[in-house]
């Protein structure tokens, strides 16, 4: 194998052939109806699905705009449309305890229905009650019972009169119940004066005969009393006997439409008799008008009571429509547990069993919730709070100021509702990874992770698949129809966005958005059919739109305000190539690294490490560097050495070991003295044996370095020298192809360091012989001569120093 080869213009970009594709235009391709290169994630969210036992609930990790959210909603709605329409639920007035409001599980499509059929029974009841209780044979014998019980509480009274009046010192006086006994004498009452003046004895022995007859009156009031209390129950038990017929009825019919809810017949036996018991409520008495406006100095109306006669319809689903896909956006506490809604009336916060409002996972209760994780872990308190949910699988309101520990005044507890559902977080690749690292319930209740690939391999099948994408957005969006030209100018573009030639990327966002910008370009040019030139168009116009900084960088390369002069050979300096990222964009930008070797034992100085400019990549790469030097030239004797190295006009941290094999170079041309050419530019990483490892963002490197050539003039002779392991991430532009193409530009590819010294600097590395050294005129041979030289200065130094202290 060539130590070093010059790359040609094929090498630099995979073309996709349109001919190979078999169609002129996407009219005559199907519409994708599969996920596209996410065969393994596909199998395993089915696998996520199929397993009914607790805790298979899915994570799907991978880049945004990879397709994730789509493809799962598509699959699992084709699943749910052939499973079980789950169960409706409602909650009901809690007869025993109002706070805690009873959950009702009813047959799907019967919720509704039971809803309509109270509202219409209690409707009737308020009418058919009160005619019940004015019919006339009601009305008949509830006056025979105040009559019979009339008749004997008078004849109770009319006997102690008797028995007064026939007592002359004693007289009532009044009627009813505001008869007193008063002194008299003969039969007529004494005035106060007239009852002074008598003698004591006499007005003792009358105030015995008063008091004897008001314990008399006492007891024949009593009677009296007991007698219309036993009236008026004997009354209200018939108006109850009357109502519980007028209810029962009624009550057997709807019973014999819920059969298949035990729930619901036991609620309704609650509510007949709460009826029974409250059926002057259901009477023009019950709602008289200083009732009512009672009520509304309280702000409540006559119609709160009949609410307890009503349900609360939490879950409705169409019973044709499978199990439910549910996707929540906005996973806020309250949108995903629901709530128990209040309203202030003069000050005070009142709710009911009615303003109990559902959430997403009681929406998708029997079937499947899609959720974005990095929402649900923004939003205080959810993710404890569906944790909780999945773990004990019930489902209870939200209670914020709970969770919080706040006192609250009384709400409602309602009854938790059984919960059987499939949750589904969609998020990135380090939100998994931190979860699964840092919540030990993580594993238990997410045990599938989905991992959609970021890219897929590029072959006539994914091909023709990005052709099928393409048809589908057209028919759904409907957008113009794309050549075969086009829609290879796409496939081209995936590679591109996938870093590698033989790799197509499977962020079909990015896809999809060009696929618009492409198709307005052929709309503004009133074409009817999407060429390439309208892909190569919108390609450039987002350039344009999404590279100011890159432009601006370009025009301080321009005008001198960064240092770059790509001409001549110089000793300790060689350009290598930053990568900056901005957003969803990243260019290069040469960066010149400058090298001082002098006599010294300090080693090698990082300036940007020292000045703590570096990261935890660039310090290992630079240590792996240091690495290298021992291990090719201080096997056998010490290296004394001190140099320095620094990048020139860079003043943010630098990241990564890709400048690693440019320090190097810079390094070894200042300790032996050749110069380097610096028309080139150099990216790579380094291990301790020399090798040259790939590096990442090696397109936008080389792209970028090109445009800075470009600014100060193409002359012929510049170049890059890359990791030979990068070639297949080479997606280059058509003008750098071009340019390469006619010469103008070079790109070089090395497998290890050695390869690059005769680019450099026209001088062979040099390979150590059998003695250890190195042949003569080699970079590696200079190298040695140098560090040699300085061992025997430094000896000579040593040695003067003693020679002055034996002086």
């Known amino acids: 194998m060539e130590r070093s080869i010059e790359l040609r213009p094929q090498e630099l970009h995979r073309i996709c052939d349109p001919s190979s594709l078999g169609f002129s235009t996407t009219e005559e391709v199907a519409p994708l109806a599969a996920a596209l290169g996410q065969a393994e994630a596909m199998q395993a969210l089915a696998f996520g699905v199929s397993v009914a036992s607790k805790g298979y609930n899915i994570f799907a990790l991978g880049r945004a705009g990879s397709g994730r959210k789509t493809f799962i909603q598509q699959d699992l709605r084709a699943w749910a449309e052939k499973e079980r329409t789950p ?337 589904i977080l969609i998020g990135e690749p380090r939100t998994y990874y931190l979860l699964n690292n840092a919540d030990p319930e993580f594993e238990e209740l997410f045990k599938v992770k989905v991992d959609f690939t970021p890219h897929m391999d590029r072959t006539p099948e994914t091909e023709a698949g990005y052709a099928a994408f393409v048809a589908a957005r057209c028919e759904k969006e409907e957008l113009p129809s794309f050549d075969a030209t086009a829609v290879a100018a796409l496939v081209e573009e995936g590679s591109r966005l996938a870093g590698n030639q033989w790799k197509l990327s499977t962020r079909f966002r990015a896809i999809r958005d060009l696929v618009r910008e492409a198709a307005h370009v052929a709309s503004q040019a009133e074409a009817q059919v999407v060429a390439r030139s309208h892909v190569e168009r919108a390609l450039d116009d987002r350039y344009r739109r999404n590279n100011r900084p890159h432009k601006e960088l370009l025009d301080l390369i321009k005008r001198g305000g960064l240092s770059f002069e790509p001409h001549g050979r110089e000793v300790g300096q060689v350009h290598g190539i930053g990568l900056m990222q901005v957003s969803d964009e990243a260019f290069g930008r040469p960066i010149r690294v400058m090298c001082s070797a002098y006599l010294g034992a300090e080693g090698v100085i990082n300036i940007e490490r020292e000045a703590q400019m570096s990261g935890r990549l660039h310090s290992k790469g630079f240590l792996v560097l240091s690495g290298y030097l021992g291990r090719t030239f201080a096997r056998s004797k010490p290296l004394l050495l001190s140099a320095s190295l620094s990048f020139d006009q860079l003043y943010e941290e630098v990241e990564g070991d890709s400048a690693s094999a440019a320090e190097l170079y810079a390094l070894l041309s200042a300790v032996s003295g050749v110069p380097i050419r610096q028309d080139l530019c150099v990216t790579g990483a380094i291990n301790q044996d020399g090798l040259i490892l790939p590096v990442g963002g090696v397109t936008p490197k080389v792209e970028g370095v090109f445009a800075a050539f470009e600014q100060v003039g193409l002359t012929g002779e510049q170049g890059v020298i890359v990791p030979r392991r990068n070639i297949e991430n080479l997606v280059l532009r058509r003008r750098i192809r071009d340019a390469v193409a006619e010469g103008q530009f070079h790109i070089h590819a090395i497998d290890r360091v050695e390869d690059a010294w005769p680019i450099l600097t026209g001088l062979e590395a040099g390979t150590m012989q059998e003695d250890e050294t190195y042949p003569e005129g080699t970079v590696h041979r200079l190298v040695v001569e140098q560090l040699e030289e300085f061992v025997r200065e430094w000896k000579g130094l040593s040695d003067g120093e003693e020679a002055e202290a034996e002086e």
Not at 231 to 259: C, G, M, P, W, Y
Not at 334 to 346: A, D, I, K, S, T
């Open 87 to 423: 169960s409706s639920w409602c909650y009901g007035f809690n007869f025993r305890n109002p706070r805690h409001p009873k959950a009702m599980e009813l047959p799907t499509g019967k919720g509704e229905l039971l809803r309509a059929r109270l509202d219409a029974l209690i409707a009737e009841l308020k009418r058919a009650i009160p005619q019940a209780l004015e019919a006339d044979d009601v009305a008949n014998r509830r006056s025979k019972i105040y009559e019979e019980r009339g008749r004997e509480a008078s004849s109770a009274m009319e006997a102690f009169r008797k028995e007064v009046e026939s007592n002359p010192d004693v007289v009532l006086i009044g009627h009813q119940d505001g008869v007193v006994v008063v002194p008299a004498k003969d039969g007529q009452p004494l005035s106060k004066e007239a009852y002074a003046a008598l003698p004591t004895e006499v007005r003792e022995s009358i105030d015995e005969k008063v008091r004897a007859a008001s314990k008399g009156l006492f007891v024949a009031q009593r009677r009296m009393h007991e007698l219309r209390s036993e009236a008026q129950s004997l009354a209200e038990d018939l108006h109850r006997q009357v109502t519980r017929s007028v209810v029962a009825h009624r009550f057997s019919i709807l019973k014999d439409l819920n059969q298949e809810s035990p729930a619901v017949l036991k609620h309704l036996d609650a509510m007949a008799a709460d009826i029974v018991e409250n059926w002057e409520k259901f009477t023009p008495m019950g709602r008289d008008d200083s009732g009512e406006a009672a009520a509304a100095a309280l702000g409540q109306t006559g119609e709160d009571f009949f609410i307890r006669y009503r349900v609360n319809l939490i879950v409705t689903p169409d019973r044709h429509a499978g199990a439910p896909v549910i996707m929540e956006s906005n996973p806020s506490l309250w949108n995903l547990l629901g709530r128990v809604e209040g309203q202030v009336r003069f000050g005070v916060m009142v709710t009911d069993f009615t303003r109990i409002a559902p959430g997403a996972l009681h929406r998708a209760n029997g079937g499947y919730l899609i959720l974005h994780a990095e929402e649900v872990l923004s939003r205080p308190h959810v993710w404890t709070a569906l944790k909780r949910t999945l773990r004990t699988r019930e489902l209870r309101p939200a209670d914020p100021a709970g969770d919080l520990g706040i006192m609250v005044t009384e709400t409602l507890e309602p009854e938790p509702i059984p919960l059987n559902i499939k949750v």
